[in-house]
């Protein structure tokens, strides 16, 4: 097998087996909540959005004074107001935020879906150019009814979203750190 992590020797990791399924145990119960409450989990995913948008443009400002040249200057404290502002409005009205982000995404998913449906037509002559087609229109078609409920579902998407990321991650360390152990047990490495 080859060494997961460049340069980790492969029997430091093979040690580590545990705090892979501890983590993945973690996340997977995480995305059990969120499934629990998806507005809250929505919410949650909104004031991290905003969070993020927020500390972005307080770095934005503070490049703004760091450049050369007005022009410069004012770019990027623009820039960075807009940032702070919509930050600021995440945390103000998650709700209304959280229909903007929803349409945002919908929209996103019909473009990525057209697109790599028209790349998958092209790849026509090469063998599996259906999976890619298959796979745009299922993503073409996820944007689509995503914007058919807008802007009532924008209460569950994204919470939905965040909640089948985080199982999908748990179970994804789970089985990761049960394959080391595994694969430790069966070449009876006593790195364990």
């Known amino acids: ?7 980790t020797p492969t029997s430091q990791l093979r040690s580590k087996w545990v705090w892979f399924v501890g983590l993945g145990v973690l996340l997977l119960v995480c995305g059990l909540i969120a499934l629990g409450n998806l507005m809250l989990a929505t919410v949650v995913s909104v004031y991290y959005v905003g969070m993020l948008m927020l500390f ?20 990027w404290a623009l820039s ?3 940032y702070v502002l919509a930050g600021i409005a995440a945390f103000v009205n998650p ?7 929803t349409l945002f995404l919908s929209l996103a998913l019909l473009i990525a879906g057209v697109f790599r449906t028209w790349v998958g037509r092209r790849m026509k002559p090469a063998k599996g150019w259906a999976w ?5 229109v299922i993503t073409a078609l996820a944007g689509f009814v995503i914007v058919l409920g807008w802007p009532v579902n924008s ?8 909640a089948a990321d985080l199982i999908v991650q748990g179970s994804t360390m ?6 080391i152990r595994i694969e430790t047990v069966e070449k009876g490495d006593p790195a364990f």
């Open 95 to 101: 709700i209304l935020t959280s229909a903007a982000l």
């Open 155 to 162: 209460l569950w998407i994204l919470g939905l979203f965040l």
């Open 132 to 136: 890619i087609v298959i796979s745009g």
């Open 56 to 75: 972005g443009g307080i770095i934005y400002l503070v490049h703004a004074f760091q450049v050369r040249g007005w022009d410069d200057v004012l770019f």
């Open 1 to 7: 097998m080859a060494d997961v992590f460049e340069g």
């Open 174 to 179: 789970i089985a990761f750190g049960l394959g």
């Open 80 to 82: 960075g107001l807009l």
